[in-house]
């Protein structure tokens, strides 16, 4: 009871902050093309998963929106810190985090929905398809973007997580690959990372692109040419989390 009073406490003083309709939300250049509206579409579930750079990744979603005037909120991510989040540009004057949602956390991110334009939920057990379903016809109907985190990658055969529908579409991160160490001096300077796109909104398509997660200044990048494109739309094969 007390995190949702808390969600509609923080819905009350920023109310009418979000949640209009209107095009797709902007993603950072480097992302958009993994996405077939080149951004964040408005009324769908977006999930991110994987295990290379998942924290990175998931911000780099948000934080364009969030720096044109988007609202968002972070539920049952207790590891996500406003440091890491401010490092690479995220607005945190305009992002909630909600990072003991408890057991009611459904409830939390359908208020959280009802007023802003991105809601971001890591699910802190299995969710019930009638919940899941429930929350997508939320986000459809207030013109939102649910997106669901989950560490365990999604198998081509269907959801394997934490979340049991189906989603618009899937982001998942791949096996990464740090740089900057020399001989063992140095520091840990950026990250690559192969992020691919697939699902029921992708045109047919799976989009495929290696990235900069982190990049040296903090923030994504794209590693040379164009992303690669393929006919499977159903994702890559089922993983483990790495670490």
């Known amino acids: 009871m007390e995190e949702v009073a808390v969600a509609r406490s923080f ?23 993994l996405f077939p509206d080149r951004g964040l579409r408005r009324g769908s579930v977006l999930g991110v998963s994987g295990p290379g750079g998942l924290t990175s ?44 949602p408890g057991p009611r956390w459904t409830e939390v991110v359908g208020a959280l929905l009802d ?25 459809r109907d207030r013109h939102g973007v649910l997106v669901v985190v989950e560490e365990v990658p999604v198998g081509r055969t269907g959801r394997v997580g934490r979340w049991p529908e189906s989603v618009d579409l899937q982001l998942e991160a791949g096996a990464s690959v ?19 796109s697939f699902g029921r909104r992708s045109g047919g398509r799976e989009r495929s ?5 982190p990049a040296a ?22 993983g483990t989390l790495a670490g």
Do not use: Q
């Not at 890591?122 to 398809?129: E, F, I, L, M, V």
């Not at 740090?178 to 690559?192: I, Q, S």
């Not at 994504?220 to 393929?230: D, H, V």
């Open 57 to 100: 990744l998931l911000l780099a979603v948000v934080s364009r929106a969030l720096v044109e005037g988007s609202w968002a909120a972070v539920v049952g991510l207790p590891a996500l810190g406003v440091e890491a989040a401010a490092g690479v540009g995220v607005r945190l004057d305009r992002l909630a985090l909600v990072p003991e």
């Open 11 to 33: 819905l009350e003083a920023y109310s009418g902050a979000g949640a209009a309709s209107g095009k797709a939300l902007p993603v950072d250049p480097a992302l958009v093309a």
């Open 115 to 139: 007023s802003l334009d991105v809601v971001v939920v890591s699910p802190p057990g299995r969710c019930r398809p009638a919940d899941a379903r429930r929350l997508a016809a939320r986000a």
């Open 217 to 238: 200044d903090g923030g994504p990048g794209l590693i040379g040419g164009e992303p690669r494109t393929g006919s499977g739309a159903n994702g890559p094969a089922a």
């Open 209 to 213: 692109t290696r990235l900069w997660l």
């Open 178 to 196: 740090w740089h900057g160490l020399d001989r063992g001096d140095g520091t840990l300077a950026c990250r690559e990372v192969t992020v691919r």
